[in-house]
């Protein structure tokens, strides 16, 4: 059976940086499909960013393009979000989320079937 289990969030003020970890136990397919989701009170859950981890290729949803960065450490079974120029409209509950598939292009929350039990970011202006 899949684990997720993320942490690294916390608080930070407007214009700084987090790094999320996502811990993965227990699968064996290498067409593991990663994705980071993110959900604030009172809002659908959202994509962020999408990795393949047979090959690092990578989607990114438009409001984080070229501030948030994901990435994967295979050895570690690990799942990293850089997060930089934070801005209080980040601020969420984010979740990790896998599924087994070929092209690791969706950011469609219903696509994904392992889910951690999310981290909270807030960022404070």
């Known amino acids: 059976q899949v684990h997720l289990v993320e942490s690294g969030g916390g608080s930070v003020q407007a214009g700084g940086s987090l790094r999320l970890s996502c811990e993965a136990s227990?699968?064996?397919?290498?067409?593991?499909?990663m994705a980071w989701f993110r959900q604030a009170p009172g809002k659908e859950r959202e994509g962020v960013a999408s990795?393949?981890?047979?090959?690092?290729?990578?989607r990114y949803a438009d409001a984080v393009k070229g501030r948030f960065t994901i990435s994967t450490d295979n050895a570690k079974n690990t799942l990293y979000l850089h997060m930089n120029s934070l801005k209080p409209e980040d601020t969420a509950m984010y979740y990790c989320?896998?599924?087994?598939?070929?092209?690791?292009?969706?950011?469609?929350?219903?696509?994904?079937?392992?889910w951690g039990q999310g981290t909270q970011v807030t960022v404070s202006s």
């Open positions: 227990g699968y064996t397919d290498s067409r593991f499909c």
């Open positions: 989320a896998g599924y087994v598939g070929v092209s690791c292009y969706t950011l469609i929350p219903g696509r994904y079937e392992y």
């Open positions: 990795i393949r981890s047979s090959d690092g290729n990578t």
